[in-house]
């Protein structure tokens, strides 16, 4: 083999060997980018999920709130005022009141649904698990609101008003939050499951430049 022939072959070999390497670091590469997006996604999805939960939380808070002010009891339409009783009217407002209360609540589930269809899809069902502690303090709540709408609405017949009494003889009194500085019972419920979805949560907001 000539001199010449040596200095090509070598000079292949070379670039060759800059080829496989450029492969491997290009490959090497692209499982870093594809591990740092992975991690981004997931840090995104915990961010909202952990921020809805919060709004979510304090929606239902907002729902015990004790005091009702004047300007949550609208007024019915005057033509439907004129041929309804004091007590009808004040049940209007209040009922109102109620419902755009629970449709907080009701817009931030909304926004939690979508998210948590992500989350089951990537991680599993242990996330909707741990949810479906504080959905059923939701219903828990939602229940005895929908019962006391019922029982302080005049054209509630009486037959209806004894069957809801007898169904909340069991039931907790979660009407109200009680303001305190040391929660009630409900609220330590509350606190409790979204406590959960926190510890579960958290750790993966650390993955961001995984």
Request: aromatic share 10%.
């Amino acid at each position: 083999m000539t001199c010449a022939e040596i200095v090509t072959l070598l000079k292949d070999i070379v670039l060759s060997g800059a080829a496989i390497t450029g492969a491997v670091v290009a490959v090497k590469g692209l499982g870093t980018w594809q591990r740092q997006l992975k991690g981004q996604s997931e840090y995104e999805l915990s961010r909202r999920i952990l921020v809805s939960v919060f709004k979510y939380r304090d929606a239902i808070n907002g729902v015990r709130h004790p005091a009702m002010w004047a300007y949550e009891m609208p007024s019915p339409p005057e033509e439907e005022a004129t041929k309804m009783s004091w007590e009808q009217i004040r049940f209007y407002g209040t009922s109102k009141a109620y419902q755009a209360r629970w449709d907080k609540v009701q817009a931030e589930r909304t926004t939690l649904y979508a998210d948590l269809l992500e989350a089951e899809a990537i991680w599993g069902a242990e996330l909707k698990e741990l949810f479906k502690g504080v959905f059923d303090l939701e219903h828990e709540l939602f229940t005895r609101i929908r019962h006391y709408v019922e029982l302080i609405n005049p054209d509630t017949d009486a037959a209806s008003k004894e069957a809801i009494r007898n169904i909340d003889k069991n039931a907790r009194d979660i009407m109200y939050d009680n303001l305190s500085e040391e929660p009630d019972e409900y609220k330590r419920d509350i606190i409790s499951a979204v406590e959960k979805i926190e510890k579960y949560l958290k750790p993966k907001l650390s993955h961001e430049k995984v």
